[in-house]
């Protein structure tokens, strides 16, 4: 005969085998466990980061060597007082600073400046220097300028490099400034000059180049003491212009010549002077 059992009631909880609740238990707790370990990996993670930071900006860091690269022109003194590292009290971990790398940039010669890191206690600096490509004359005084027009260094007049053209039309500046364009010239033409400068070949700028500017004709030049007005026109292949301007001064006496015309390099077109016996 077939017993029949009372259904349970709404109320009434569901029977849970004990060894299940062992179980749940068991896996709770291991559970806890491992978010421990996590947790005191984490904090001793943390507490080593805390201390090499610290250690970083302590003075067993400090920086001890400076070793300056690529400066033919610019004394060492400068660039290290510049980057911020004299003294002996910087630390490496402030070594290349944006600030240092914007005080150095601003020394009139430098092109470029990278710091590199030599653990633990040495430091290089490597600069690239701006190349020099024209003289812009004062009175008394000369500037030594690159392509871009920035003055790399005022000379005494006795002291300007031959190998470099001179570039008129241009007003003077303070070492690490930019020259400007003198009165009747634009800064598009100076530009032209300085580019023209910096496509001279240094054996023609030791002839005594001087480059010029007309609103009318364009770019002009001079060789030396002679009168001879040399026509360059637009910047188009200027470098191939002043190529054949030193070819003509090495083989003719240009000082015979009242004009030059270089426009068309493929066609130089050369005018004598009066009663100068040339044709």
Same mark, same amino acid.
């Given at each position: /005969?077939?017993?029949?059992?009372?259904?349970?009631?709404?109320?009434?909880?569901p $029977?849970v085998?004990?060894?299940?609740?062992?179980?749940w238990?068991?896996? %709770?707790?291991?559970?806890?466990?491992?978010r421990?370990?996590?947790?005191?990996?984490? /904090?001793?993670? #943390?507490?080593?980061?805390?201390? *090499? $930071?610290g250690?970083?900006?302590? =003075?067993?860091?400090?920086? !001890?060597?400076?070793?300056?690269?690529?400066?033919?022109?610019?004394?060492?003194?400068?660039?290290?007082?510049a980057? @911020?590292l004299? @003294?002996?009290?910087?630390? /490496?971990?402030?070594? @290349?600073?944006? +600030?240092?790398?914007?005080?150095?940039?601003?020394?009139?010669? $430098?092109?470029?400046?990278v710091?590199?890191?030599?653990?633990?206690?040495?430091?290089?600096?490597?600069?690239?220097?701006?190349?020099?490509?024209?003289?812009?004359?004062?009175?008394? *005084?000369?500037?030594? &300028?690159?392509?871009?027009? %920035? $003055? #790399?260094?005022?000379?005494?007049?006795?002291?300007?490099?031959? +190998?470099?053209?001179? &570039?008129?039309?241009?007003?003077?500046?303070? *070492?690490?400034?930019?020259?400007?364009?003198?009165?009747?010239?634009?800064?598009?033409?100076?530009?032209?000059?300085?580019?023209?400068?910096?496509?001279?070949?240094?054996?023609?700028? !030791?002839? @005594?180049?001087?480059?010029?500017?007309?609103? +009318?004709?364009?770019?002009?030049?001079?060789?030396?003491?002679?009168?001879?007005?040399?026509?360059?026109?637009?910047? +188009?292949?200027?470098?191939? !212009?002043l190529? &054949?301007? !030193?070819?003509?001064?090495?083989?003719?006496?240009?000082?015979?010549?009242?004009?030059?015309?270089?426009?068309?390099?493929? %066609?130089?077109?050369?005018? =004598?002077?009066?009663?100068?016996?040339?044709?």
């Amino acid at each position: /005969m077939t017993e029949l059992l009372d259904p349970p009631t709404s109320g009434s909880r569901p $029977v849970v085998d004990p060894r299940f609740r062992r179980r749940w238990a068991e896996a %709770r707790r291991a559970e806890g466990r491992r978010r421990l370990r996590l947790l005191l990996v984490a /904090m001793a993670a #943390l507490g080593a980061v805390a201390g *090499a $930071v610290g250690a970083l900006h302590s =003075p067993l860091f400090r920086v !001890k060597t400076v070793i300056v690269v690529g400066n033919a022109h610019i004394p060492r003194a400068e660039v290290v007082a510049a980057s @911020g590292l004299a @003294g002996g009290r910087a630390l /490496m971990v402030d070594a @290349g600073s944006t +600030s240092a790398r914007h005080a150095v940039d601003a020394l009139p010669w $430098v092109s470029t400046v990278v710091f590199t890191r030599q653990w633990p206690w040495t430091v290089v600096i490597t600069v690239t220097e701006r190349v020099p490509a024209a003289l812009v004359t004062l009175p008394g *005084a000369t500037d030594v &300028v690159d392509q871009t027009g %920035r $003055v #790399l260094e005022v000379l005494p007049a006795r002291e300007r490099p031959p +190998s470099l053209p001179v &570039v008129e039309d241009a007003r003077g500046a303070l *070492a690490g400034r930019r020259v400007l364009p003198a009165s009747g010239t634009t800064g598009a033409e100076l530009g032209q000059l300085l580019t023209a400068a910096g496509a001279t070949p240094p054996a023609l700028a !030791k002839r @005594g180049l001087e480059l010029a500017y007309s609103s +009318s004709l364009g770019l002009l030049a001079h060789l030396g003491p002679a009168k001879t007005v040399v026509l360059l026109g637009d910047p +188009s292949q200027i470098g191939v !212009k002043l190529a &054949v301007l !030193k070819e003509l001064a090495n083989q003719v006496a240009l000082s015979t010549y009242a004009q030059v015309d270089l426009t068309v390099p493929e %066609r130089p077109a050369l005018t =004598p002077l009066p009663n100068s016996g040339d044709t």
